[in-house]
């Protein structure tokens, strides 16, 4: 007997016959033998609606009240999800994120996890009962009701995991697994039946949207093993889950895409100690988030650097910048925001020197112009032009021999 | 300065444009200088449409997950509320029932209030916030999420206002206050600007709608006066206070008419001590609200009881009448369904004994037969046959010259 946490998210719980289909295949499980612990998103578009909602009735909206808005979405996705599984027989009772035990900080909108209690779901689990928990939500220190952000279920979902001890958790989804490619772009991608941590980290920091990047390293960081499956055709999904080093890895496992970032250039920068570290202390204090870093060697004592943010950040990249450009003695500042990252990932690619060599020769072969360069161990990632990123991500998936 | 408790209703919060206008007017209130607690229950029709998800899902609906579900509702109209206040400048913030303290026992769907513990609104209107309060729900003593049943919102407002000590409890409603008949049966009904609790229970509990019986009930308990007003005109309302003893009484009050009770009749019944007292209990096990009962003296041996329930209970009623008739050697059970009660409400009524003489004068005049009567010191109701009760409002609004 097994001890599963199975989370659901907004699309598994869209409509009331959606909601059936996952009652359904909560019965069955918990049928099996297992014990089963059950996380749930608002239904479909509810967080969306209530925003919309909040946007009608103010202009000002304090964190505070967003979060006590948002966690309505939850609490009718669960109550829906007992009362189906209550017609199935199946003894189930609803937890919110305070009754579960979610400890959050005090940050409205975005908390993070301090604690897990789940005394309410051992308690639970122990009379025999399903319990379904609220994912997004917690309660924080101040005993207030918090949410916790993008991708705030799933991370429910696995700390729970963790707390609970649980053998392994599954993220139920509306996309069957995790793929060598979005499918909408190359329709040949292969589902991967079993990935590592630190491949999938990669993917969803470079444009993969089945996992959000905090869940997956916090599965990481509590050893839970993650099964992405789907709540619509139920076929078996991709298990995210430790290294196995008793097996040789793929060099290439995919290759993934991301047009969310804008490249800023100063140019004609002082090439002299500290001007790097001043501008990006000055970019840190505004929250930029800064992904990729290029300087080249300089010329005449001056340089260029440019550098990778979220196109919501540009505008305040843009304030710094020009802010500091006298004392960076900086010529000139550019934002280009019309341009994508095209990425390969694969935890072979530590091992394998050709790839980077390969893909820039597959990129230069499809008259594609690399703009910037930035790697990790199992990743190398390229800038090139928005419109070209598609077909970059087509021809390095056929070349890596990544399609089924 | 003074602490007044604002309740408004689901009409009163229908859309974010009513939202706006409550907003405004907590927003004049509070800058009056006087202290707000606001209880709003949930947007308009929210309760149903919850109602009807959770019977689209399942035809199993266990109360504790009825409650997670319908307690969504008020969670968005207070969220929405403080947002409103916050444009307004006006400090605000939501709290549950289980975070206002509200303590109930484990009665799900139709919980009763214990404790009132209120520490958290004390605080927050000790910041100089407007503590906004979701009406309608609470947290039992296994901690468990509860809802108070009908009128919940306004026990919840009248609790309150009980245990902070308020100056006054407002209800905002789509209505401007307490008439002395129905306007849409007799359209020069009268608005009464003030008016007795014990002859708003006698009105409440005779088909007025403007205010639950229980929270009438709860504030005359705890001495807490009610103005019921529109929240739609703003107009002065009708206050619900104290009888002052001061002042002369108006004979009649208000004129109400109740078409929700059947009437059982078990006929042939054996007279002897004991029979009702069967008949009754058997009923109270079965819990059956039974309202007027009415014995003739008895002929031959045998006599006829008659008692009116609700209509819900009219199954109920039959099965437990039909079960004792042997035993109460009763010949026929009959269940009548198509009547009404009309009632004559007046706190003056006490030491004005023409008054039923009157009433049945009055309804003689216009043809309309009575059926069954019963009193209280203030009140006088006749079962009429349903397709006249209108008529006999408009003639005895007439006679006791209510009009405007």
Redesign the interface.
């Known amino acids: 007997m097994s001890l599963v946490v199975q989370k659901f998210g907004g699309t598994s719980v869209a409509d009331?016959d959606r909601?059936?289909a996952v009652a359904d295949h909560i019965a069955r499980s918990k049928r099996s033998g297992d014990s089963i612990v059950v996380v749930v998103s608002a239904m479909g578009k509810t967080t969306d609606e209530?925003l919309h909602?909040?946007n009608?009735?103010?202009?000002?909206?304090?964190g505070?009240?967003?979060d006590?808005?948002w966690?309505?979405?939850e609490?009718?996705s669960?109550?829906?999800v007992?009362?189906?599984l209550?017609?199935r027989e199946i003894p189930a009772?609803?937890f919110?994120g305070s009754?579960a035990g979610i400890v959050t900080d005090e940050l409205h909108t975005r908390a993070r996890i301090v604690q897990v209690k789940g005394d309410?779901i051992r308690s639970a689990l122990a009379a025999g009962l399903v319990p379904v928990v609220a994912g997004f939500q917690g309660v924080s220190t101040a005993?207030d009701?918090t949410t916790l952000g993008r991708g705030g279920s799933d991370t429910t979902a696995v700390a729970l995991a963790a707390a609970l001890g649980a053998d392994r958790c599954e993220i139920y989804t509306d996309v069957s697994g995790v793929f060598s490619a979005d499918p909408r772009i190359v329709p040949s991608a292969r589902k991967l039946p079993r990935i590592s941590f630190e491949e999938m980290l990669e993917i969803a920091a470079t444009g993969g949207r089945v996992l959000a990047l905090r869940s997956v390293e916090f599965a990481r960081n509590h050893h839970v093993s993650l099964l992405v499956r789907s709540s619509f055709t139920w076929e078996p999904g991709t298990l995210v889950t430790e290294e196995d080093p008793s097996m040789e890895q793929p060099v290439v496992s995919a290759v993934t895409s991301d047009a969310t970032s804008a490249k800023i250039t100063l140019s004609g920068v002082a090439d002299r100690p500290g001007i790097a570290a001043a501008l990006f202390r000055g970019l840190a204090d505004r929250h930029v988030n800064v992904d990729m870093i290029v300087q080249n060697v300089s010329h005449d004592g001056t340089t260029d650097i440019s550098f990778t943010a979220p196109k919501d950040d540009v505008a305040a990249s843009l304030e710094v910048a020009e802010a500091m450009r006298p004392s960076l003695g900086a010529v000139s500042v550019v934002a280009d925001d019309d341009v994508a990252q095209v990425s390969l990932v694969g935890a072979g690619m530590k091992t394998n020197p050709g790839v980077t060599a390969t893909m820039f020769e597959t990129l230069a072969g499809a008259g594609i112009n690399i703009e910037m360069i930035s790697t990790s161990p199992i990743r190398i990632s390229c800038m090139v032009r928005a419109e070209v990123a598609e077909r970059a991500v087509q021809v390095l998936h056929a070349a890596f021999a990544l399609d089924t």
Do not use: D, H, W
């Open positions: 009331t909601i059936k209530l909602l909040a009608q009735v103010s202009k000002v909206i304090p505070r009240e967003m006590m808005l966690t309505a979405g609490r009718i669960m109550a829906l007992c009362m189906a209550a017609e009772a609803s919110t009754q309410r005993n009701v």
